[in-house]
């Protein structure tokens, strides 16, 4: 079972993407095959004609954000096996909450402890899940540390890449890693917390996220995803990572909406 932040209290500001440089020709044809740039592309090639000062102006704010955003993540390297990632710092529960007071409280209560802990932050979310749904997380993981998923957007969907790292998965955009490549910044990062789970058989998770691209919802939305795709033994999602890591022939987008639009059902 997987205990989460209530997603109903924040509305925030959502990620426009006509303020994404393409750095040459061959940026613009790898951004025109995402299946979300037509909504964007007449505003990116009348800023870069008309007002290109304004787009310079674009660019500057989106990165002095994820700079903002990255800081808090940290851009030391981690690592966990041979696992690395540019962009995040190994940290550890009791950097968040007082670790020896938790362990003296039931699994219930310390659900409750951690979900209130981040109920008023506007950038954050937390979830709880059980120790065996983690571990099959991480077996998943090991086999397909890279995803694609899809959000629900006010126009369609937007997809986006996912990453893990260890204990965490980090998210950015398709158009932004397909504009930027290793050098897209992050506009999530989920971080798994498993001090608690061999003596209360529970994984805490917090997420912090770039609220200039999701509001809390959508953040919801992804971290939803991947403990569904990555924690569950359901046949027609672990094709879809199979077929998305072995075979990328055979992989369709779409099928990921049918999926995620299945699991809304």
């Known amino acids: 079972m997987i205990r989460s932040t209530p997603i109903s209290r924040v509305q925030c500001k959502t990620f426009s993407v006509s303020g994404i440089r393409c750095k040459d020709n061959e940026d613009m044809n790898s951004l025109k095959t995402n299946p979300y740039f037509d909504k964007y592309s007449q505003k990116i090639s009348q800023l870069e004609k008309s007002t290109p000062e304004e787009l310079s102006q674009r660019i500057t704010a989106i990165r002095r954000k994820a700079k903002s955003f990255n800081s808090r993540q940290g851009e030391s390297q981690a690592t966990s096996s041979n696992e690395t990632s540019p962009f995040s710092k190994k940290k550890s529960l009791d950097d968040i909450v007082k670790l020896d007071l938790l362990k003296k409280k039931s699994p219930q209560e310390i659900t409750d402890i951690w979900l209130q802990h981040f109920a008023s932050a506007k950038d954050s979310i937390s979830v709880v899940i059980s120790a065996k749904v983690y571990s099959l997380i991480l077996d998943t993981k090991s086999n397909h540390p890279t995803f694609l998923l899809p959000l629900p957007r006010q126009h369609g969907y937007e997809y986006f890449v996912s990453q ?94 049918v999926e995620l639009e299945r699991l809304a059902s």
């Open 164 to 257: 893990s790292c260890g204990n965490e998965f980090h998210f950015t955009p398709l158009i932004n890693y397909q504009t930027f490549k290793e050098n897209a910044p992050e506009c999530l990062a989920l971080t798994h917390f498993t001090e608690l789970a061999n003596d209360k058989d529970i994984v805490l998770m917090q997420g912090e996220f770039n609220d200039d691209v999701l509001n809390i919802s959508e953040a919801m939305c992804l971290t939803n995803q991947i403990h569904r795709y990555y924690g569950e033994n359901d046949i027609k999602r672990q094709n879809l990572l199979a077929r998305f890591s072995n075979s990328p022939e055979e992989f369709r987008h779409m099928d990921l909406i």
